[in-house]
């Protein structure tokens, strides 16, 4: 086990490229090809990757030839530029529908498509038992007003406990996007219709979507400007103040609604210690900030076998985005950057491609047609995302199709209700996982720090999904691994 992606995985739920969860296996990371000789490749050699496609290169790319700071005449290059990656995305022998969700891309990607097609498209959703996290209403109006074939899919909790095992075989390492459950449940569906699946991943990556973004930027300017000495002092004197004591003093009614004044004031002090806009977004994108207090191991010494060799050009994503930075590239577009690099290839394309290849679905995504994708990075940031909102290029496009109310609302997200699982339906699999000896045995996490999280999760004191889910994922796969 390569120590080094365990912590990976429980800091941001999942392994990046090159690395793999087996220390001196790597993975080829996304943009590069590998040539291996065979009759001059030696044993434990190999010649490094080579980069054909770069996201960053694309972005400073975008630098030199920016287009013309005309919005109409921006929304109007890349709805024509769609329409031509949708006319090729399209191409098939097999039956093809949509994954609809009801957001903004997916429903960019369905509404094109049915403008082209001479007959109504397929479409599919899932929707949720659990109030707060069911979105298929407004994918089940889009897909009416559009006349297309629309199949709505309900995820009950029985049918997460039914994948909740298959996960370890259908990822082949650990990864604790938990949304994967509902992914793997729309693919099964849209493969009884369909061969071939289009979905709308990319568009808050190259548009400008994420509200993390945002974020990022409003408490970098909060923050940002006192110097670094003065908020380290500011987070130490947070962080050493007695958790009992200030959720005695501050605690009115707020634990009732699942945060303590002491985890407020803990997670404060995090965003006081960043010493860059862009550890602060790392900061964000953390599912556990202490994670290092869950290892069973010292990982500043604990090295594994080297993955010889690193590929080309491999660096972490928000020390390309900084670098990016300092190049020139605005910082709301280099934060943009930091995200796309560090969540597209390893995460969200990770999650849909395993879930529809371990069913025979075939998924493409018309938003990361790299010709689309160089297109949006000419266009300046400003265009993107402003006090008006985010991915108005997107938006603008979508509004000359369809009525802005069937799409107008917050952005909710692809989730799936974990933490109330966790208490109810999957409680007895996770305290499975979670049992001392389980975690001892397996020599990676500290159990008494394990168990903590989870008793504080199950007394409604704290919402510990995030981190023990990706726990829980890791345990899984390892008990998988020794059957």
């Not at 972490?316 to 709301?332: F, I, N, T």
């Not at 989870?454 to 059957?483: F, K, M, Y």
Request: charged share 20%; proline share 7%; with cysteine.
């Amino acid at each position: 086990i390569d120590c080094a992606a365990v912590r990976e995985l429980l800091e941001f739920g999942r392994i990046s490229a090159p690395r793999s969860i087996h220390a001196g296996i790597g993975k080829l990371p996304a943009g590069h090809w590998l040539k291996v000789e065979t009759r001059s490749a030696r044993p434990g050699h190999l010649p490094a990757p080579v980069c054909y496609w770069s996201l960053k290169g694309t972005a400073l790319r975008g630098l030199t030839a920016p287009l013309e700071p005309d919005f109409e005449a921006a929304v109007d290059a890349v709805e024509a530029q769609l329409q031509r990656s949708l006319a090729e995305e399209q191409i098939a022998d097999v039956p093809l529908g949509v994954f609809l969700s009801g957001g903004i891309d997916s429903s960019l990607v369905a509404t094109m498509l049915q403008a082209g097609s001479s007959g109504p498209v397929r479409t599919f959703t899932i929707g949720f038992e659990e109030a707060g996290f069911d979105e298929s209403t407004h994918a089940r109006r889009i897909a009416e007003h559009l006349g297309a074939t629309h199949h709505e899919l309900q995820l009950h909790t029985a049918d997460a406990l039914a994948l909740v095992p298959r996960l370890a075989q259908v990822y082949d390492e650990p990864f604790a996007d938990s949304s994967a459950l509902a992914t793997m449940l729309v693919c099964q569906a849209a493969r009884t219709q369909v061969t071939v699946a289009l979905g709308g991943d990319g568009g808050d990556e190259a548009f400008g979507g994420y509200p993390a973004q945002a974020r990022t930027l409003a408490t970098w300017r909060r923050f940002g400007r006192f110097p670094g000495a003065l908020r380290k002092a500011a987070a130490d004197m947070m962080e050493a103040l007695p958790a009992g004591a200030v959720n005695a003093l501050l605690d009115h009614g707020a634990a009732r609604h699942g945060t303590l004044p002491s985890h407020r004031l803990r997670t404060l002090a995090s965003l006081l210690r960043p010493d860059s806009p862009f550890a602060l977004a790392r900061r964000f994108a953390r599912h556990d900030p202490e994670v290092d207090t869950l290892l069973a191991f010292d990982p500043t010494t604990h090295r594994p076998p080297a993955f010889d060799p690193a590929p080309s050009g491999a660096v972490d994503a928000y020390e390309l985005a900084a670098d990016a930075h300092a190049r020139g590239l605005p910082l709301g577009a280099a934060i943009t950057l930091a995200d796309a690099a560090s969540s597209l290839p390893d995460l969200l394309l990770t999650k849909t491609d395993r879930a529809a290849m371990s069913v025979s679905l075939e998924t493409r995504s018309p938003l990361l047609d790299h010709r689309l994708v160089e297109l949006a990075w000419r266009i300046p940031f400003s265009m993107h995302h402003d006090a008006r909102g985010p991915k108005r290029i997107l938006r603008a496009i979508l509004a000359r199709h369809i009525p802005n109310t069937l799409y107008e609302r917050p952005k909710a997200g692809f989730s799936v209700p974990i933490a109330q699982w966790l208490r109810g339906p999957l409680r007895d699999w996770a305290e499975t996982l979670l049992a001392e000896p389980v975690l001892r045995h397996q020599g990676l996490l500290v159990p008494t720090r394990a168990r903590s999280l989870w008793a504080e999760h199950l007394g409604g004191r704290h919402d510990h999904s995030s981190q023990l889910w990706d726990i829980l994922v890791l345990s899984a796969w390892l008990e998988a691994r020794t059957i």
